[in-house]
Nanobody, 123 residues
Framework: QVQLVESGGGLVQAGGSLRLSCAAS????????MGWFRQAPGKEREFVAT????????LYADSVKGRATISRDNAKNTVYLQMNSLKPEDTAAYYC????????????????WGQGTQVTVSS
């Protein structure tokens, strides 16, 4: 069982940056692939980025490629999402998720989810 808690969201102007964090409980964090997803009002939850257990494989959605960096610190049981050059269309609740397998881009493949942190980008 893994519990995930996101932090770092907030209100930022377009062009700004935010660093989201996701702290995981338990001693098996390094056994989980981790992902970041987002959900805007009235829209489905969508993939943002994912990292394998050792961060050897990282994938990004096309919409954030070149602007986002996912990283993890297995010693701190934490995964991060650095978002730069933020746009109003990045406004959403951001969720971290974990799965006991390889990295994945589909929502349905993740076993554990955090409560989310809101990111609002003003124009």
């Amino acid at each position: 069982q893994v519990q995930l808690v996101e932090s770092g969201g907030g209100l930022v102007q377009a062009g700004g940056s935010l660093r989201l964090s996701c702290a995981a409980s338990g001693r098996t964090f390094s056994s989980y692939a981790m992902g970041w997803f987002r959900q805007a009002p009235g829209k489905e939850r969508e993939f943002v980025a994912t990292t394998s257990k050792s961060a050897g494989t990282i994938l990004y959605a096309d919409s954030v490629k070149g602007r986002a960096t996912i990283s993890r610190d297995n010693a701190k049981n934490t995964v991060y999402l650095q978002m730069n050059s933020l746009k109003p269309e990045d406004t959403a609740a951001y969720y971290c998720a974990g799965r006991a397998g390889t990295q994945a881009t589909r929502v349905a493949l993740y076993d554990y989810w955090g409560q989310g942190t809101q990111v609002t980008v003003s124009s």
